[in-house]
């Protein structure tokens, strides 16, 4: 795939406008961020970048895109320059971003696009796609990893993701949020993450006996089996189980009253001389299920979450925007969006951690560098169109970052509520100047 | 891509299972539903078929997946033969469904796959992902459209789509359910829908002066222009569109109160001769706010819908099923799943539609088919590894399906609330009898 034509056709109309209007060489830059954090959200995890990364460095037109552009009606009067520009297109610009696995607050540049104008428009639909899409559900994540107290939590949703493309995604955001792993095989096999997954309800349903069903599973993964036991009657189905004894895993509970499930089934396992049998529930758990289920000391050793967490289902949307900040042509201009609600501030930025706050300043400052205390988040990518380092850190680098600085939040930030008093991030004195300045340009 | 791994693990270790049980000649049926209807819809539009049948009949697994699942713990005591087999494996099965555009209702089959037992499993995952994800948001659409009342709504919601390739195919799938055409020049170029788009707030921003911005977009798309008119303020910005006078399509709004801005604009066009120009409008709308606004007579002629619609805001996921309805081995078993709150009925179903309810029956019967007042929606798709037609329907020819079908659903079915009286599904005599059989053996 060329990927050229996955964007919003805007884009490519505005990149007809900027070679008409012989911008084809001023340099624009554009930054990723969202305004506001989601209902109940302290903070939004950063991840989706390997995948803007490749994009970026593969995207293209093919003849056949250029010949389809060609025959729509908002290309009638574009020159035929513009087709042969598109042809040889590559991104050759710079791209800036934070780390996967960090957690960032409103304001914040998820990451900074500087390149000839074009080849930054073009790729704003993808990269908020990808970005947005994956650092929405590592969040999500994060919340149930944080509800589960210390136990496993693996996502299991690829079947209500939004597309079987969206579930190989998932997996891979949500092990980064925090998830030991996913049942998505394709994630497993494309990011390195573990998998999990034993047997379905249709597996024992295509024999004559629960029982046979159990014995075939126990003859074929042995200390890796997990006997689903609710598909006739669960009590029923842990007794069976239990019967067969060891090799095995454990069982997965996927419906009725976990509360009062769980004890039940971990007394028959007990019983039966297995306490070291494990119990995965699943079935429409979410993070505040989770932490019912751990208040309530329900005996659930792994929680594994499906449509919650692949679709963030309470918050299925992150408002991710992509906006222009400078551009140079003739002259440098800051710019800025000035209409009421979507106010954005001017200027490339850079994000400045200090332990109880965050300041966001120009990226041409340099906020308390000389305290040593203050970390820089956003770093340097792509120059001139080529990746600086060999390799994009790996999901679970992503992953350990992530719990590391997730750990470091206070307390009420890691609420699975809105904070009373949320992460602080300040502006810096100059990028305040600068707003005063562009702010009086404009009205000018 | 080879797309076998794009699937559960579960779905695999369960195919070994069926492997190491000599099930690979087990023929079983496997049908996809909804067992209820998502809060305030009265129907399911069905989409994403097109995607399933490709998946169907291309997908294999490389040598490269299957050494990686040579490497999972999973497979460790699974026999070289299995291996071998995945190997070769291909759909061979059969494949029925109903058109694209047909709106269901709860436990009436999307589409129902025949097939050895293994190549019926592994699809599970990724038929549910693609027809639930496009289904979802094919009725979005429709909900959406029904609300504007006659005048036009696009799809623009790519970039909050859950990944790219969710933004190519939510575009498809909101055109099925009704919408005129999509932002996403991907979905335009793969499904020859018609695609939409001008220019964004950046454009405004490259320019020094708004003027000059939109002096430049109309010399590129003529009749085609849509100024964005709220870079800076909105009413001043209708005023410089409209003092550019012709050509031009008309103008978007996208931010303040609609109610109040539209009728401002729409006296400043008029005021300048332009009473042909047209007022497009976006920003976080959704089929309530629609509703809203056609209802206070806000002048507007076409509703672009971005995030609620690509996301299905209000109701992010589809709670699709695949269950196992009928297995054929040595002896021919009907299936069904007894656990308290998820009842599955057994055996093959057609659904019979007449005009004022449906009624769900064995595959193997006639309902009232003497009548000539039914409809039987389920047809072949796949024999034995074929498509029976040389081509699938386009998604024009689906679009088409669901306004028609739409429109002699009664009034109560397209209200934005659930209906009091939701469409009636019966179950045909054959299929009770059926079931209370089924129930009798399992128990027994």
């Not at 509800?147 to 693996?154: E, F, M, N, S, T």
């Not at 019967?243 to 509360?259: A, E, Q």
């Not at 919650?308 to 969006?337: C, N, W």
Request: aromatic share 8%; charged share 20%; hydrophobic share 45%.
């Amino acid at each position: 795939m060329a990927l050229g034509l996955t964007t919003d056709l805007y884009q490519l109309t505005m990149a007809a406008g900027y070679y008409a209007s012989r911008k084809t060489t001023e340099r624009a830059t554009f930054e990723m961020f969202v305004r506001h954090l989601p209902p109940d959200r302290n903070f939004i995890v950063a991840a989706g970048l390997a995948q803007a990364v490749e994009y970026l460095l593969d995207f293209r037109f093919t003849a056949d895109e250029i010949a389809y552009l060609r025959t729509l009606p908002q290309f009638a009067r574009v020159d035929g320059g513009f087709f042969a520009m598109l042809a040889g297109l590559r991104f050759t610009g710079d791209l800036f971003a934070v780390p996967e696995g960090t957690p960032l607050f409103p304001g914040e540049p998820f990451l900074t696009v500087r390149a000839p104008v074009i080849e930054a428009q073009i790729p704003e639909t993808f990269l908020l796609a990808t970005v947005g899409f994956q650092s929405m559900i590592a969040t999500k994540a994060a919340r149930c990893v944080r509800a589960a107290q210390g136990r496993d939590v693996v996502e299991f949703g690829t079947r209500r993701a939004h597309s079987p493309e969206a579930g190989v995604l998932a997996g891979r955001a949500a092990y980064i949020g925090g998830c030991v792993g996913t049942s998505n095989t394709e994630s497993g096999f494309r990011y390195s993450i573990p998998v999990f997954g034993t047997a379905a309800h249709s597996w024992v349903m295509s024999f004559l006996h629960e029982r046979t069903a159990f014995e075939q599973l126990q003859s074929l993964l042995g200390d890796g089996t997990i006997y689903l036991i609710d598909t006739y009657e669960t009590l029923e189905g842990a007794r069976r189980a239990a019967s067969l004894g060891k090799p095995l895993w454990g069982v997965r509970l996927d419906s009725g009253n976990l509360i009062d499930l769980a004890p039940a089934v971990r007394k028959i396992l007990d019983d039966a001389g297995l306490p070291e049998a494990k119990i995965l529930a699943t079935g429409d758990l979410n993070e505040h299920k989770i932490h019912e289920l751990v208040a309530a000391r329900a005996p659930i050793d792994v929680f594994g979450v499906g449509t919650a967490l692949a679709t963030s289902a309470d918050a299925p949307s992150l408002g991710v925007v992509y906006k222009m900040v400078e551009i140079q042509g003739g002259d440098h201009r800051f710019t800025s969006k000035l209409s009421q609600e979507k106010h954005t501030l001017p200027g490339a930025k850079q994000i400045f951690r200090l332990q109880d706050h965050d300041v966001l300043g120009r990226a041409t400052e340099c906020v308390m560098c000389d305290t040593g205390l203050v970390e820089a988040l956003q770093r340097p990518v792509i120059l001139g169109g080529k990746l600086v380092e060999t390799a994009l850190p790996t999901a679970t680098v992503a992953r350990k970052n992530a719990l590391e600085r997730l750990a470091r939040l206070p307390a009420q930030c890691q609420s699975l509520f809105a904070a009373k008093e949320p992460w602080r991030v300040e502006l810096s004195p100059e990028l305040v100047q600068l707003d005063a300045r562009v702010r009086q340009e404009v009205a000018g």
